[in-house]
Antibody, heavy 119, light 110 residues
Framework: QVQLQESGPGLVKPSQTLSLTCSVF??????????WSWIRQRPGKGLEWIGY???????FYNPSLKSRVTISGDTSKNQFSLRLSSVTAADTAVYYC???????????WGQGNMVTVSS | QSALTQPASVSGSPGQSITISCTGA?????????VSWYQQHPGKAPKLIIY???DRPSGVSNRFSGSKSGDTASLTISGLQAEDEADYYC??????????FGGGTKLTVL
């Protein structure tokens, strides 16, 4: 059974960098089969796709966030990470990691990590 | 790119059927059969219930069905049950390889 688990701080100061890690169990991020994505949900709002890493190296980001986002992978730990720079209150959200199938659907999700941007 | 358009809320009584629409454009729903739907209960992660427009993952009730016509996809839930009360989101692949979600629809079972 595939499981994903986010970890990271719940509070980040404005202008700083948000960093989260997703640990993957039951699958390998380097298999070259799936895309490993980050998705966020602002309070009371809908879902927003942030980007993905594929085969531990190739990345693609939402154009609206591209200038501030970096997604990287650590195959030795079977983890992938999100870094979002220059955060503001608008980046306050629940951040989910998810496995994306080749047919562009998200079949496994982490439980979510709430991140609040506040001084 | 703008989010896909869903009604903010729908409601129905137990046993009834409801349909949630998801309107996009020719550059996303209209051009690709990569439409998926997710169910989200409060405080929980989204759960995949439909993929590839109309396919159901193993374990998802056949009361959930999906379809597409032109730039609009639809999710139908038949035989409404209290446990179906949740938020529902559609998603589609878009030209330019990004992924779009709808704004979400709150389903209330009366």
């Amino acid at each position: 059974q595939v499981q994903l688990q986010e970890s990271g701080p719940g509070l980040v100061k404005p202008s700083q960098t948000l960093s989260l890690t997703c640990s993957v169990f039951g699958d390998s991020i380097s298999s070259g089969i799936y895309y490993w994505s980050w998705i966020r949900q602002r309070p009371g709002k809908g879902l927003e796709w942030i980007g993905y890493i594929y085969n531990s190296g190739s990345t693609f980001y939402n154009p609206s966030l591209k200038s501030r986002v970096t997604i990287s992978g650590d195959t030795s730990k079977n983890q992938f990470s999100l870094r979002l720079s220059s955060v503001t209150a608008a980046d306050t959200a629940v951040y989910y990691c998810a496995r994306e199938n080749d047919n562009i659907y998200f079949d496994y999700w982490g439980q979510g990590n709430m991140v609040t941007v506040s001084s | 790119q703008s989010a896909l358009t869903q009604p903010a809320s729908v409601s129905g009584s137990p046993g009834q059927s409801i349909t949630i629409s998801c309107t996009g454009a020719s550059s996303d729903i209209g051009d690709y059969n990569y439409v998926s739907w997710y169910q989200q209960h409060p405080g929980k992660a989204p759960k995949l219930i439909i993929y590839d427009v109309s396919d159901r993952p193993s374990g998802v009730s056949n009361r959930f069905s999906g379809s597409k016509s032109g730039d609009t996809a639809s999710l139908t839930i038949s035989g409404l049950q209290a446990e179906d009360e949740a938020d529902y989101y559609c998603s589609s692949y878009t030209s330019g390889t990004t992924r779009l979600f709808g704004g979400g629809t709150k389903l209330t079972v009366l």
